[in-house]
């Protein structure tokens, strides 16, 4: 079944009907604000986090409500409607309904009763609140007596379990006022009187506000229960009903904004008003709802300056391939849930709660990669953040706190750390993704002075990078299980597997072999003769511990446990056979070309179905050891037997490296959300943006997704398209042109930024070809191998490849 489509122009995701599988959302907002919107209006905001900045109310795992609801009422018939569907829900049949996500903003469109109004959400370009606008026409051929009404309900204290847990504590610190323009809401309102800068119990007044602009306010409200009134619901709230909303304030009670307007409109007459929310004192509220006096010009100035934000990072890589899905991805909506990810991390969902106070380190620096290419400056910033986060030992923080304070932080060794996030103990993946995601972004910009920058760890010392990667190596090195593999720790990527201390693990010994490869082309770099011939020495015993322990006949096993059993025998009666080791295998580099065919072919054969590749099989029920979580989970679920989608990048990209192009598209199309957007009641979640697993064949789900926006998916697949299929595959010197294509496709283009020129590349593929070139051109210049030294580039370069 279809619900919408993709306007590529727009770069919007069009939601034509509004009764989905599911809420679709978008982001709003940057880290200083965020919000959540779904295609029905609901979701919720915060200010800088998600735990504890909590602002507007949303009720997790029920009907996607609360949320930015304006009402439209008609003052003569008394019939009333939400700009959004939702919440009060008319008949389709006479209420036509559009809600375009675009980047950083969401629209409403609807047509009702003669009245046809345009509701557009978004928080300004470096702002702290959020607008909603609302542009609302007479299209009845007679004249219109409205009264327009917006309602955000507000939390009763920012930390969200506060609000939703500690009734006894938060009803009672919440109240309202009404003051010029807007609703004003106090928290802990009676400090009012306390100096600032003597916070009681670390307690302090906050103040939200809730206003209007464009319109005088005719009514208002504070209190939930008076708006929506007793036994009633959003869908017909008593405050609508009855068409006043009689200037009611809260105190000791659920506290919300409702602000009316009376608007006159003539035959083919529009007006346009804002309602505006935020975290602000009353000062500031009174500041920002001011400046929209000029309401409809600085709306459209506004939404124009975040249009054009966000694509200007889009124009960074944009391709025209045969395949309108891939385009779609790549070039927008792919793109746009890399930056999601980049910068919300795990904090703040319809899934994720918020209460995720700070960043998982492997998640953080493995979401980087996917928007280097796009933002190589927002990178190294994140990048450098990560390394401050990076403990003296080598190891990772688990959990990075939002206040983080490089040099002065507790570490997983110190009780006081582990107290304050919930995480034990170090993970043996973590500081092992610094690599391959500082080597990309070194290969995009060329900036092999990143290596001599000089950055503090986490609890004391400072060291340039070179320095962060060398004690990540020796991390590694120093916690080797008793067959000399890297061990397994609290979890390697895999949260379902508790290896512990003596337990090993085969993926982290690829990261770790890749690892030293990439470390070993920096000291090259520097001339590090010694660690050099350390690390030869390193890497050399591991391929031999590899090689006699780990090949399986067909597959590479998963690791041992913690009593020294083997995990993923090909005989074994469950989990034997697993996805990650064999990409990884590839990808590391340290598979020889029978392994790497015989494992992906492998993988294909055992793992393989029509919405991607199985993490492991047969899953876990009879036979788990006891580190083996993922038993918990239902069989065909997450990590017990799922499609875990964030590795179905790293087969992407294995599978492109061995010149695989059928089979690399085949892998993208079976996971793409684009592929499923006719087939949506199958996969429930946005068909615009990836989601963390698939349920699998052992599911009475199969193909249902879940866990949307937030997932190391949308990096993993963009770097395995845009790396594997287009094969963009830059080094320090110049970059690498080496494309694993569908070979029904004959040719494509691509443009893309690169060190400050503009390259327009295009591949012609004449003969059917999956990969390989016969022929390479650079300004028209035929050059022996497929490869751009820097030298080379020009203001515009045009490359084209004959394959």
């Known amino acids: 079944m279809k619900y919408g489509f993709f306007d590529d122009e727009k770069r919007e995701y069009v939601i034509t009907r509004p009764d989905t599988p599911a809420p679709w959302a978008n982001y709003l907002g940057s880290p200083d604000y965020g919000a959540i919107i779904s295609n029905n209006a609901g979701g919720y905001s915060f200010a800088k986090s998600g735990a504890n900045g909590r602002l507007l109310r949303y009720v997790f795992n029920g009907n996607d409500q609360p949320g930015r609801y304006i009402y439209i009422r008609d003052n003569e018939t008394k019939d009333y409607w939400s700009a959004s569907w939702q919440p009060v829900g008319k008949d389709l049949n006479e209420y036509k309904s559009e809600c375009r996500h675009g980047t950083g903003y969401s629209i409403f469109n609807a047509d009702y009763a003669g009245i046809k109004s345009t509701a557009t959400y978004y928080v300004p370009l470096n702002s702290a609140y959020e607008i909603w606008a609302l542009k609302i026409t007479n299209d009845s051929g007679k004249k219109r007596e409205l009264t327009v009404t917006g309602f955000a309900e507000f939390t009763n204290n920012s930390n969200y379990e506060q609000d939703q847990v500690n009734l006894q504590y938060s009803l009672f610190i919440s109240r309202t006022l009404f003051e010029k323009n807007r609703v004003m809401q106090q928290i802990h309102g009676n400090l009012s009187d306390v100096e600032k800068s003597k916070p009681v119990d670390n307690k302090i007044v906050t103040e939200r506000f809730f206003g209007i602009a464009g319109a005088e306010a005719d009514s208002w409200c504070g209190d939930k229960e008076r708006f929506v009134g007793l036994y009633r619901s959003y869908k017909n709230p008593a405050g609508i009903e009855n068409g006043n909303l009689n200037n009611i304030a809260s105190y000791n009670e659920n506290s919300c904004g409702a602000i009316s307007a009376k608007i006159s409109l003539n035959p083919g007459e529009a007006k346009t008003i804002a309602f505006i929310t935020g975290m602000k004192y009353s000062d500031e509220a009174d500041r ?229 490869t990439v470390i070993r082309s920096f000291a090259e770099y520097k001339k590090d003769s010694e660690y050099i011939s350390y690390i030869n020495d390193k890497q050399a015993e591991l391929k031999k511990i590899l090689n ?125 959300p684009a592929a499923w957007n006719n087939n949506a009641e199958i996969r429930k979640m946005e068909p615009y943006c990836y989601g963390q697993f698939t349920e699998g064949k052992a599911s009475p789900h199969f193909g249902r997704s879940h866990v949307h926006w937030l997932t190391g998916t949308a990096s993993t697949v963009m770097v395995g398209c845009v790396e594997g299929i287009l094969g963009l595959r830059p080094d320090a010197a110049g970059l690498k042109i080496s494309p694993s294509i569908p070979s029904e496709w004959k040719g494509f283009t691509m443009e893309k930024n690169f060190r400050d020129k503009r390259l327009l590349i295009t591949v012609e593929n004449p003969e059917g070809k999956e990969s390989g070139c016969s022929e390479f051109y650079v300004n028209g210049k035929k050059l022996e191998e497929a490869y751009i030294p820097q030298e080379m580039l020009t203001e515009t370069t045009e490359v084209k490849l004959i394959m």
């Open 288 to 516: 920002i709802i001011s400046s929209y006096s000029d309401t409809e010009n600085k709306i459209n100035t506004e939404l124009n300056e975040l249009k054009n934000w966000w694509h200007s990072k889009f124009r960074n890589l944009q391709v025209n391939t045969p395949s309108k899905e891939f385009n779609t991805m790549i070039n927008t909506w792919n793109a746009y849930n890399c930056f999601m990810t980049f910068i919300w991390s795990r904090a703040a969902s319809f899934i994720y709660c918020g209460l995720r106070n700070g960043y998982g380190y492997r998640d953080t620096v493995q979401d980087i990669q996917g928007i280097i290419h796009l933002a190589p400056e927002m990178a190294k910033e994140k990048i450098v953040f990560m390394l401050s986060a990076q403990v003296n030992n080598g190891g990772g923080l688990p959990l990075v706190k939002f206040t983080h304070n490089p040099g002065h932080e507790d570490t997983p060794d110190d009780a006081s750390y582990v107290k304050e996030t919930g995480h034990p103990a170090y993970r043996a993946d973590d500081a092992l993704w610094l690599f391959p995601t500082v080597y990309k972004y070194i290969a995009e910009t060329g900036d092999l002075a990143f290596l001599d920058q000089k950055v503090p760890y986490a609890n004391t010392d400072t060291g340039t990078v070179y320095d962060h990667l060398k004690r990540a190596v020796n991390f590694s090195a120093q916690r080797l299980g008793p067959h000399g593999l890297p061990a397994g720790l609290y979890a390697d990527w895999n949260d379902c597997l508790r290896l512990g201390k003596n337990g090993e693990s085969t993926f982290v010994a690829f990261q770790y072999y890749y690892a030293m």
């Open 548 to 672: 006699e322990l780990c090949w399986n006949t067909d597959r590479f096993i998963r690791g041992f446990t913690e009593a020294g059993e083997t995990i993923g025998k090909r005989t074994d009666p469950e989990a034997s056979m697993w996805l990650n080791p064999q990409s990884w295998a590839v990808i590391s580099g340290f598979a020889d070309e029978e392994q790497s065919e015989k494992s992906l072919d492998s993988v294909n054969r055992i793992l393989n179905t029509k919405y991607g590749a199985l993490l492991m099989d047969p899953p876990y029920h009879s036979h788990a050891f006891e580190g083996a979580l993922a038993v918990i989970y239902n069989a065909g679920t997450k990590e017990n037997a799922g499609i875990f989608s964030q590795s179905q990048g790293w087969l992407i990209l294995a599978e492109s490296l061995l010149n695989h192009g059928n089979r690399a598209f085949q892998y993208f199309m079976e996971n793409a």
